[in-house]
């Protein structure tokens, strides 16, 4: 039997730079300009932030069931409607795991409400998945993709600010780690 994935024709994984460069494409203008025009309050302040976490539940079977490639347009797809979601509430995609992001949600922008921000990010989310993974379902006869999301508020200390408006955390404490285990 024919291999059917020749290694070669396997896309080639992005670098994290080349897919947070994609992100930034995404980023609304005035939401860009409002992270620069804040760069120098932002660098060294200890802060509140909402952290959120979205990751794809089964990943590891749907690619088996799936094949690399048919998964890899498939998460363009996911990684779309998480990043949009998130910017549509303010909220920065910080990182890119290989099954889903990692969001901020009052850092580098302060925002008094990150906590309820993030939280209907999160509800605009499932939703949005839920109607792509229905879509899938009807082309692909696969099964539904969910995603899995954990949020969590506490104290940062948020360190420099990259030039593709990533933000380095000095010492981010318990605050990430609890929310990427929620």
């Not at 300009?33 to 976490?53: H, N, P, S, Y």
């Amino acid at each position: 039997g024919q291999n059917l994935y020749p290694p070669e024709t396997v896309p080639k994984e992005l670098s994290f730079d080349e897919k947070l460069a994609k992100i930034q494409r995404y980023l609304p203008k005035d939401l860009t300009q409002k992270i620069l025009a804040q760069r120098d309050k932002i660098e060294g302040e200890r802060k509140l932030v909402t952290v959120m976490f979205c990751d794809m539940e089964g990943f590891t079977s749907l690619t088996e069931k799936l094949g690399s490639e048919e998964m890899y347009s498939i998460m363009d797809g996911v990684y779309e409607i998480l990043i949009h979601k998130v910017h549509d509430y303010e909220g920065i995609v910080n990182e890119l795991t290989g099954d889903g992001i990692m969001a901020l949600f009052g850092a580098p922008i302060a925002l008094e409400d990150a906590p309820q921000r993030a939280v209907r990010s999160a509800l605009a989310i499932h939703r949005e998945i839920n109607k792509f993974s229905d879509q899938l379902k009807d082309q692909k006869k696969m099964p539904s993709i969910k995603m899995r999301i954990g949020i969590h508020t506490g104290p940062v200390i948020v360190g420099t600010l990259g030039n593709d408006l990533r933000v380095e955390f000095k010492a981010v404490g318990d605050t990430v780690n609890l929310a990427s285990r929620m």
